[in-house]
């Protein structure tokens, strides 16, 4: 069973005022009714009931919120109002979970900025649903089904740190996964191992969680910074560009990329020259005042790692000047859909990225993976996806070579441990704890109007890797 | 760099200026009649840019884009009359400021709304028709489109210029600027007025989203990130003026672009990457022109405008019998929350977290509430204590207790500084400088990877000793935590306090009496900066890390919400809000995918509700009971 979203007393309301009901009610129920604009009375309020009285039980049965339904009840505007400082008081006491369980079932604690960072984050979290489902549906690990819990973490770590508490204390979690932005991964991991909790970070880019931060209870899934710019390196070096510029959104992320780059190329390419380097603020891009610049200091490459809102920006802003039109770039990220979908068809061809060109893999696990998230959500998978439903069945591999939830056994089970995910197999690293998961890499082309990847090749993780004695060296904290 | 370059990215940066003064002006305007900060006014720039991406999306070319601009300055318009007509109508009343709370739930909602309308996935629109080509100049490529946003930016000035000083409805408006109360009372009816203008300020915000269409995507982060900008814009220009709002929108952009344009500067051997001060240009521009020139480059010391009389404010009271039992009651509760610990274990961490909220906004309301300066930038000193404790901790190695000393001592430096410009000036200017000084910090923190971590912040900082076990630590908190609100209720009520809200409530007064009103009110900045710098030590080491967001805009509003919802007017209001606050967020967060919105709504609900904040409607409560029972 997943308990994704525990029943929203506010969505119960909904559904009695008839006006949203579909919207709230089991979607079933709206397809049947689709097209039909006087549905037969007496089932429709059978099956509201019904929904209503599920709801209800379900939500008594957790026994968790009863103040927030509460607070839509009482009649006067004062009394209700008298009732928010209550119900905080009742919440501060922390009502326990209650309630009999048949089989015990793992519970996985996972926290996400969903709020910050939804355009990557609802398909990743339709890939952990599917790969929930799908492990349930096979029985689940050693007879227990897993159960996701999911939480925002409010995209800041002081928040996460609570989120993070709460699941260990009172919904009890088994383990902890998730986090995107760097340093809540980063605040989070720091937390994990004080408690000595297993933790997996799914997302975070940053180089510090696997390396100079990393400690002895931390994974991670996702190919890093410096892979993803490893990844870039042979196409730059094959370019034979003495004059290149960077540019890149001015945090951790784009610094380190930045100087991995510089750093790289330079050992690979020593005439090299960087004749301009723009450091922009992150989401707000002055984008027509950079790309002059960048064009003015006439590089014959460019590295980018924008990406989001300021990598259309500045799409649009080449387009619009035609700028920086002859020069060869090399981009990170820019292959993912979540980026290169809504430039439509001003995704700018011939630029080398990072991807995931969901549309061109046509491995037999790629293929299952592709049909069965299509089959479940009608929609096609984006990378967030392929992270979600790699770090559910990265956690399934591991609790089930460690035959156990705790937290030493699992780290045990995870150093070395093999996986098979949609990419095919792979391996977290027991030098370093990180995922030799790759990412796909090829040049950007347009196909019906739309942004693809063409000839896309698969860049596996390990090869792009330090050596694990070379490793070693980077991971001062980790015992 | 060649002369041409730099005077062609000054060109680049005229056409930059108009889309910071379209958000701006509306903003000035909204502000100059109703006196509303507006905190939702990044929501309408957003929705114009998304209804143009949406409505153009179904147009043929070339009517798509001159289209879709068109029917979201329209639709914004509208949605602005009935934000006006729904919600801020009904709170116009209310004490100062309150109307922030309202429009920042209005910001919460608006951005899930446009999450549920619009999807998660940023939206780019198309270009303009006809304005798609280029133009050569200066051996360089401008695009039609840039020349036409550097003239839409003065055109739109003259029109609005025009509007004010020709049309009656001008007139109006600036004569209720001056003085509303004498307009209504010369039969013009305010309420319409203020409909048409929030309208219109929506309108224009909505405008100036639409126009970025052929520049940048929808995407649902724009809200706060134009936010910013136009306040910044709006203040050094002066608030209310709108020509200001021009002339200010212009040196931001050229700031920016020429920054950008020097890109990396050698200076005395030690390279200097220019292009990174973008991320903080604006408000060093602010914080430069505040200094110099208090009011803005073209604002003049606010009249004594009246506004529509709040009730006048009662004196501080201390305690009756009941209100001390229901105190002890609560300090009881806290102290016993590790017992609470052993059955309900999430009790002791949320109640840390409470105790943290609570000391940050009792900081925060004593200056506030009793010292009347609403700062706009309390995060700073937050920050800064729970960075110098972190880096005392991490780096110099000092002793946790050391640390905790140590770090308020960094935040009250920090506010003697910061707080010896700003504590001079009025209003809304001393709310901004506040900002454009947190902003300052903030970004120095961003960007200073060897000391602060850069963007990512410091990590480890777990208390040590005594102090590890997490019972250890509660209880210390606990402790200096009551110590700091105790210190803070002693202080309002003692001398010094009342020279305090002397100073607040007549200046004039008040130095006649002898006070030296900047002496106290600087006195009263530093004390609530270093409580609030005891409150992020320890924010540290509860998250065992710090990270640049503590120190972030929002972070600064999250300070106002509370000490607003918790009710300005009373010394428990921050007490009450800071509770509520961080309770509510904690359980909406948990309750649906669109926690934000329900969060603003309920914020909603208790604004509509209890104009006074919760311990405003629960003295309510307790007259009404009183009366019932047939007491005076």
Redesign the interface.
Known sequence: MTRL??P????LRRTNTGAKWVDAASSRYSLAHTGDPMPPAAPILARTTLTCITRAFATLESQR?P??RRSFLPRG??L???L??L??VA??????VTGARAAEPIRIGEMNS??AQ??F??PYRKGMELAVDQINAAGGIGGRPLELII??D?G????A???A??LI??EKVDVLAGTFL??VG??VA??AD?RKVFFLAAEPL?D?ITWS?GNRYTFRLRPSTYMQVAMLMPAAVEKKAKRWAIVYP????G?SAAATFKEKLKAAQPDVEFV??????L??L?????V??L???RPDAVFNVLF??DL??FV??MN????LKDTFFVSLLSGEP?YL????G?APVGWVVTGYPWYDIPTPAHQAFLDAYQKAYGEPPRLGSIVGYTAITSLAAGLKKAGSTDPEKLVAAFEGLDVVGPFGPFQYRASDHQATMGAFVGPIGLKDGMGVMLDPVYVDGLSVLPSDDEVKKLRP?AR | MALDALVFQAVNGLASASGLFLVAAGLSIIFGVTRIVNMAHGSFYMFGLYIAVTVADRLPSPFDFWGGVLVAVALTALIGALVELVLLRRIYRAPELYQLLATFALMLVMNDAALWLWGPEDQLGPRAAGLTGTVELLGRRLPDYDIFLALAGPAVLLGLNRLLTRSRFGRLIRAATQDREMVAALGVNEAVLFTAVFALGAGIAGLGGALQMPREPASLTLDLAVLGDAFVVVVIGGMGSIRGAYVAAVIVAQVKALCIALGTVELGGLAFNMSKLTLVAEFLVMALVLVVRPHGLFGRPAPATRIHASAVEAPLVPLGPGGRGAALAAIALFAAMPLIGDSFAYAPVLAQDVLIAVLFAASLHFIMGPGGMASFGHAAYFGLGAYGAAYAFLTLGVSTPAALVLGPAIAGLGAVVFGWFSVRLEGVYFAMLTLAFAQIVWSIVFQWEEVTGGSNGLFGVWPEGVLESPTGFYLASFALVLAGVLVLRRLAFSPFGHALRAARDSALRAQASGIDIARVRWLAFIIAGTLCGLAGTLFAFAKGSISPEAISVGRSIDALVMVLLGGVQSLLGPLFGASAFTLLQDTVMRETAYWRALLGALMIAVVLLFPGGIAGGLSDIAARLRRAAGRP
């Open positions: 979203a525990t929203a007393p506010w969505r919120r103040a927030m505007p004062i209700r109002a008298a928010g400082p119900c905080a919440l501060a006491l922390g009502l326990p969903y709020k939804p355009a984050l609802a939480r925002d409010g800041n770590p002081g928040d740190i609570r989120v508490e709460e204390t009172r760097s340093h980063l605040a720091g937390f004080k940053t510090k931060d001015n945090y951790e992320y610094q301009a380097e723009q450091a922009t603020p989401g707000k002055d984008a027509g005042p950079v002059q610049a064009a003015d200091a989001g809102p259309a920006k649009r802003e619009a000047r035609e700028a979540e979908d809504p430039l439509k001003e904290a």
